[in-house]
T-cell receptor
Framework: GAVVSQHPSRVICKSGTSVKIECRSL??????MFWYRQFPKQSLMLMAT?????????EQGVEKDKFLINHASLTLSTLTVTSAHPEDSSFYIC?????????????FGSGTRLTVV | AQTVTQSQPEMSVQEAETVTLSCTYD???????LFWYKQPPSRQMILVIR??????QNATENRFSVNFQKAAKSFSLKISDSQLGDAAMYFC??????????FGAGTILRVKS
C-alpha cells in the first residue's frame, strides 16, 4: 500500500531558530500534499495544501511567512517553521494524495512532535 | 462548505462487545466520499473504512461496518467484537470530489478488559 515517510519524528529546538520537517511519498507520486497541526486530544487542523511546482495554499489564519512550504518534486514536501517560538510547539502531520487513486483518501505520515524551548 | 460533527467526545466498550460511533455531516455536493480514520496512541492516522456517497450499500471491513444514511447525512461506525487494540481516537471525515479532507472533532474510544 501507499506509504508516507515523515521526518523527524521528534525535534527540540531553541526559540528563534528554524526547523524543517520532511514528508515523502515512498511508493507513489503525490501532486498534492497536506500539512496539519494537532493539539492533544483535538482534531487535525489543516494548515496548508502543498502543490508540486507551485505555491502552497494556506488556510485562513495560518501565517505563510512563519510556515514555509516547499513541494519541489512529486514525492517530497517540506514544512519549515521559521523563527520558532514556544507557542509553535505542537504535533505536525503531513498527508499525501495518491495520483493513481485521488478519491481513495489520503495516506498520512507518522507525525512530528515539535518542542520549542 | 463541508462540516463534520461527532457528538460523542468519549465512548467506552467492553471487550468483545459492539459499539457504534456517531457522525453527521453537511455538504452541498452530490458526489463525495466519507471516511473513518483511527488514531491510536502512536498518533499514526490509519484509514479504517471508506464509503462512496453514490453507493447505497454500506461499506464493511472485517469487524468494522458503517450505517450510511444519505438523506439524513449520517455516517456511523459500528465496531463488532471489540478488541483492546481498537482503543484509539476515531475521526469521521468527508471529502468532496478531488478536494481536501474535512475532519470531525473525534471520539476517544476506550476498550475495557
Amino acid at each position: 500500500g501507499a506509504v508516507v515517510s515523515q521526518h523527524p519524528s521528534r525535534v527540540i529546538c531553541k526559540s528563534g531558530t528554524s526547523v524543517k520537517i520532511e514528508c515523502r511519498s515512498l511508493d507513489f507520486q503525490a501532486t498534492t500534499m497536506f500539512w496539519y497541526r494537532q493539539f492533544p486530544k483535538q482534531s487535525l487542523m489543516l494548515m496548508a495544501t502543498s502543490n508540486e511546482g507551485s505555491k502552497a495554499t494556506y488556510e485562513q489564519g495560518v501565517e505563510k511567512d512563519k510556515f514555509l512550504i516547499n513541494h519541489a518534486s512529486l514525492t517530497l514536501s517540506t514544512l519549515t517553521v521559521t523563527s520558532a517560538h514556544p507557542e509553535d510547539s505542537s504535533f505536525y502531520i503531513c498527508s499525501a494524495r495518491d495520483m493513481r487513486n485521488p478519491n481513495y483518501g489520503y495516506t498520512f505520515g507518522s507525525g512530528t512532535r515539535l518542542t520549542v524551548v | 462548505a463541508q462540516t463534520v460533527t461527532q457528538s460523542q467526545p468519549e465512548m467506552s466498550v467492553q471487550e468483545a462487545e459492539t459499539v457504534t460511533l456517531s457522525c453527521t455531516y453537511d455538504t452541498s455536493e452530490s458526489d463525495y466520499y466519507l471516511f473513518w480514520y483511527k488514531q491510536p496512541p502512536s498518533r499514526q492516522m490509519i484509514l479504517v473504512i471508506r464509503q462512496e456517497a453514490y453507493k447505497q450499500q454500506n461499506a464493511t471491513e472485517n469487524r468494522f461496518s458503517v450505517n450510511f444514511q444519505k438523506a439524513a447525512k449520517s455516517f456511523s461506525l459500528k465496531i463488532s467484537d471489540s478488541q483492546l487494540g481498537d482503543a484509539a481516537m476515531y475521526f469521521c471525515a468527508t471529502m468532496e470530489y478531488g478536494n481536501k479532507l474535512v475532519f470531525g472533532a473525534g471520539t476517544i474510544l476506550r476498550v475495557k478488559s
